[in-house]
């Protein structure tokens, strides 16, 4: 049991400098530490409660996310509500409220959930859901 909470808060403290990541991103426009995720990583993406997902491969999100944080450079991500589960000591899921914040002004509102595997000792992401939150 000790050992399972160590791999928890180990995976807390790697998660803290990805998110620790973004914002340097988002102040830089250097996404090169934000680039975590398996060869065949996907993420879907809900815009509406209508419709269906979009899906996304691993290049397109990382096209996506360059894009991204070159749109929204100086502003700031915030990362709310944050749960933290691990499914085993090799996969871990976290949910959270994601930001984007200029000027006071919140300009988008995700929820996110990330599925994350510990891969030859380095945490990578498998898969993502995105929400967005109006």
């Not at 909470?5 to 807390?12: E, G, L, M």
């Not at 499914?87 to 994350?116: C, G, S």
Request: a negative charge; one cysteine or more; charged letters at 30%.
């Amino acid at each position: 049991m000790i050992e399972f909470k160590n791999q928890a808060n180990q995976f807390a403290l790697m998660h803290d400098e990805f998110l620790d990541d973004w914002n340097k991103a988002m102040a830089s426009g250097d996404t090169s530490d934000l680039d975590r995720m398996t060869e065949d990583y996907y993420v879907a993406f809900f815009r509406d409660t209508k419709g269906k997902p979009a899906f996304f491969t691993k290049q397109e999100s990382i096209d996506g996310l360059n894009q991204s944080v070159m749109h929204f450079l100086g502003c700031q991500k915030r990362f709310d509500n944050r749960v933290i589960r691990l499914r085993n000591d090799e996969n871990a899921v976290v949910f959270y409220e994601q930001l984007i914040i200029k000027n006071e002004d919140v300009l988008a509102r995700l929820f996110t959930i990330e599925n994350w595997q510990l891969i030859k000792g380095k945490w990578m992401i498998v898969r993502e859901i995105e929400e967005s939150i109006h």
